[in-house]
């Protein structure tokens, strides 16, 4: 009986020293299910998070993951460099921690195998974007190298040659483009699985707005060729004191510039020396002339002025404008007088007869050098002195005057020592044979036309006029 009861002592021990374990070990395993805590040997994404909290591991992975820079290289210098926050990429906490989480109810639920083979998760590491604090951060003005535009190739003029001044390259270009190829790479960083390196991002040269114009532009260079073929020429015509000037903004203006060649409108350069006629021209133009007595005197055309030649001075100006130099010369006139300032075709200089008053006047320069008493032409039987504007034909002295049938009756054959003929046998001369001059002499004893002078006076006019000298004659 005593060997009965110590049996069943010893199962009772045996018994309570099992419950006593089994209580243990409920106890350790309620402790670590509500530790929070990952078991020894546990690996989440490869880091050993044994004894760690699900916050702890969250922290963890945050700040390995958010780690990497992000830095834009230009030509091999790093020109910004922007943290993962900067351009906008942040670690989803909450769905971050609730992964954590998840693993930790995972070795919960596998409490024996987790406890004594450990474990190894696998947890997304999510980032969320923010597009706008991207593009701001992706930006070529927050680059530390400051922009430069790009420039196009322009033809310049340095006052004598034009020239092609070189297209710039600058850096510029459009930030969508370089925010595409931030992103893409951001974008395979922020996805990787482990945490990553910093990230390098070259600008690739491709990106620059390119000049649209360069100095071998086929178009520019013709164009710079054909300017540089009528640039010089400059041509100034004289009238005078009063000059008109065809110069580069003129002969531009003719300039045609084809696809393979250049040259000057004919019919613009034809039209401006039509135009140059109209201004200048005054042969068989109507003036009015004012007398040394204060008269005004109309002619509705004269014999005496200048006319261009409108043929020869194209061909000339034509020439000219090939010889692509500097010219300064008169028009070319077919009918040229003796002097002029722009319109202005006596300028001062010419004899005045004035058949009223029987009196004559030779101005030069606007000044009176000589003047006198005359006689002029009987005023009928067609021996009238004419009215009119006429140039000097010639000059010569002596010089013998016939007319009429010779001597004899009604004619005349005279020697005369100055003889300035200016219209249909009339001219200016000496009249030795008279003994005075002015009145009313004319209206009984005139001449045959001509304008008879005192010998003094008919020297000191030829010896101051030449052929083309004006001579105005009126009433």
């Known amino acids: 009986m005593k060997e009965k009861k110590k049996g069943k002592r010893i199962i009772w021990i045996i018994v309570l020293v099992l419950a006593a374990a089994a209580a243990a070990v409920g106890i350790y395993l309620y402790e670590k299910v509500n530790s929070g805590l990952f078991f020894e040997e546990t690996r989440l994404n490869d880091y050993d ?32 460099t922007l943290t993962l926050e900067e351009l906008g990429y942040t670690i989803d906490q909450r769905k971050l921690l609730d992964s954590i989480q998840e693993c930790l109810r995972s070795q919960n639920l596998s409490l024996l195998v987790s406890l004594f083979e450990g474990n190894d998760y696998e947890v997304e590491v999510p980032f969320r974007f923010e597009e706008t604090t991207f593009d701001q951060a992706v930006s070529s003005k927050n680059f530390s190298v400051a922009r430069v535009a790009s420039e196009d190739a322009v033809m310049e003029f340095d006052g004598s040659r034009y020239y092609i001044k070189p297209e710039v390259y600058g850096n510029e270009f459009d930030d969508a483009d370089l925010q595409v190829i931030v992103r893409d790479q951001a974008d395979k960083l922020t996805a990787a699985a482990r945490p990553q390196p910093d990230l390098e991002v070259d600008v690739p040269e491709g990106i620059y707005f390119l000049p649209a114009v360069t100095q071998d532009d086929p178009e520019m260079n013709h164009t710079m ?58 042969l068989y133009y109507s003036r009015s002339f004012q007398t040394s007595v204060g008269t005004t005197i109309h002619y509705e055309s004269s014999d005496y002025g200048y006319q261009i030649d409108e043929e020869a001075e194209f061909a000339q100006l034509m020439a000219d404008l090939d010889s692509n130099t500097a010219v300064t010369r008169e028009p070319v006139y077919s009918v040229s007088g003796f002097s002029r300032n722009g319109r202005d075709d006596l300028n001062g200089n010419y004899v005045e007869v004035n058949l009223t008053a029987q009196h004559i006047w030779l101005y030069r320069n606007g000044e009176v050098v000589v003047e006198s008493d005359i006689v002029s032409g009987l005023p009928r039987d067609g021996r009238e002195t004419a009215t009119g504007v006429y140039p000097i034909a010639f000059k010569a002295g002596p010089y013998n005057l016939k007319g009429g049938g010779g001597s004899g009756s009604g004619g005349w054959d005279v020697m005369v020592q100055y003889w300035m003929p200016f219209f249909d046998g009339q001219g200016l001369h000496d009249a030795s044979w008279r003994s005075s001059f002015g009145g009313t002499i004319y209206q009984s004893d005139g001449s045959h036309g001509c304008v008879n002078l005192p010998t003094n006076v008919a020297g000191t006019i030829y010896s101051n006029v030449d052929a083309g000298f004006p001579v105005v004659l009126y009433k």
């Open 225 to 282: 060729n054909a300017y540089n073929s009528y640039c010089g020429a400059v041509i100034t015509y004289t009238f005078g004191d009063e000059k008109r000037v065809v110069d580069w903004d003129t002969v531009r203006q003719w300039l045609v510039i084809g696809e393979t060649d250049y040259h000057i409108d004919e019919e613009a350069a034809r039209s401006y020396v039509t135009g140059l006629a109209a201004d200048y021209d005054t």
């Open 49 to 80: 998070v044994s004894g760690k909290t699900a916050k702890e591991v969250l922290l963890m992975l945050e700040n390995d993951y958010s780690a990497p820079k992000v830095a834009v290289k230009e030509k091999g210098e790093t020109v910004l």
